[in-house]
DNA sequence: TAACGTCTGGACAACGTTGTCAATTCTGGC
DNA sequence: GCCAGAATTGACAACGTTGTCCAGACGTTA
């Protein structure tokens, strides 16, 4: 699929590869090629040619090596503005062996929630010199296998993964051969690798704590795909929480699956309205909490609910949307910082650190049960 | 700066390149390097040489070449499988001369508006078998130059960019060698290239238009810096609207400026308080919205309010804001629809198209001014 | 003036792949 | 068993760059 062989027509048929028979040695003054053709880029031979110097010497002048006479400098210098050279960082990265890139795989682009990952990595790369190339694998393993070694194959010097599948052993091979990897988010499947984690188990607790601090007794809680590393944490840190409080747990109550809009609604109003109504809600991520909170809004009786993940104006509804935040930002930098750390040589064994989360209250987790 | 030399160290030196003298010629037997050195990649040398076949019967079966008998293919998918094998895309785009990846260039990944366009893109790009490389100018000209310049000399094949500058003749040489660019958002500047807008104006115009049929007859404007397009457009609607309905705009109604909450919040409550207060207020785009949003949640009177992009959850603030809605991940799907139809060989002169903007009445809008 | 070191510039190989083309092996028909 | 023709395979150059090494030019010193 994704095997750097474009989908796409060649804009500009080559000449075709000369033979050695018929291609005669370029002299000095052969400029055939000097001229800019549409489509052709000049290279250095051009800019050599034209300026009237070797080819090493245009690699000189171009990264400004030492060891050129401002006189020759400046005649290279001439060529390449005249040619509009600009030198070719396939090739250079052919012969150096680092790409100074990075890839990042994550869920989906269009979330919010990435949003500001994204940027963090980006900034991270940035300050290394690196280059960014992203993906989504649309929480398909098969797609975030094929994007991931799509990247390796482009030989990028280092990964960040937020995974969907739960078999990372086809990365063996690459970490092997050097390729630093940090999972985010949610651990890797089957390997040892550097994973920086929010602290879902204890978001999760606090949240459901907060909730029965304000006297709710009986909770519910909706969360992800029970595939999904975080949506089980949350559920940990849920039942955590009730048992700590001495609360039971009806069965009913926890309803993992899609964040489909359809699903979450079906699901909260099954907590809402079945034999062991709930008082309060959980929410296990901002697509659910977002759902909930048009359910709730639809409602006669006020409902508690705390969410995980903050998004923007929780504020400014009415009540304001408790939640439980996590620092995706702190996520990007913490394990664009590893991987770089990773490539300047570090050689610890695998690390794990956790990113801790915030409660903010704002209202709606403090609405006490009605009486 | 990001010119593809990383600035981390190199993770295992390479063992000096071997002068001709010193270094025998391979033969079939020589595994010397089919042993998994760590930091080091077998090719396809490697793999010939563990098969006993040549190099270029690797290169057959690696790319699904006819001409290999199935016996042949085993061995070599064997050795392949043994060695860790995958190809080396970088050498094959030297050779192949089309990268098969794009540049995306936005303001910056973290804005949400920018998530749906950013997924759009990637999704085409997927489509035709290429990778997207991204970064955020964040909103610097010169970031911004670096940035494209930087995916230029990686030799993408196109480039989606929204400028932050306003002079792109930085770019002539790359569009000459065949670089296909399409500016998303905002015209590019000093060069013809093609472009794919939001219709600001329009969205604008209909924006005031509706508060002014809702009986409001002092507006404000609170918009982006004017050296950036869709500011000064949706300005210019707002006065067309205004215009159209004979209204006098007094000079304090319009504030263009940066989108930092403090600016927008003073630029608010002086409209607000002002010698000729507004009853109404347009924001120019959503991050302003936001913060007017904040400012009138904390006064007693309402004042109606229409914003520029739409937002997650606006219909569950109270009341509800009303928008006048861009289509991102439009603007992004036609963008790169467009890009690869250039990289298909389309040779048409430039071209605008513009997407339609939608009004979503939600509440806000609708209010009427005080009697 | 000769010997020596320093500085500048260039020839050449190598990075790992693919396109061209020729050499080799296999097949079937006589 | 032999030959023509097809199928398979491999040698080699080339993509555009950088690292190594050597050749001259130049200046300095004895």
Known sequence: MLDATPRYAQLHIRTGSRHPR?????????????????????TMKDVAARAGVGLKTVSRVVNGEPGVTPDTERRVQEAITALGFRRNDSARVLRKGRTASIGLVLEDLADPFYGPLNRAVEEVARDHGALLINGSSAEDPAREQELVLALCARRVDGLVIIPAGTDHRYLEPEIAAGVATVFVDRPAGEIEADVVLSDSFGGARDAVAHLIAHGHRRIGFIGDQPRIHTAVERLRGYRAAMDEAGLPVDESWVALGSTEPERVRSAAEAMLDGPAPVTALFSGNNRVTVTVVRVLAGRPRPVALVGFDDFELADLISPGITVVAQDAARLGRTAASLLFRRLDGADEPPQQRVIPTRLIPRGSGELPPPA
Chains 1, 2 share one sequence.
């Open 22 to 42: 018929e291609q005669d040695r370029r002299t000095v003054t052969d400029t055939a090629r000097s001229t800019t053709r549409y489509g052709t880029r000049p």
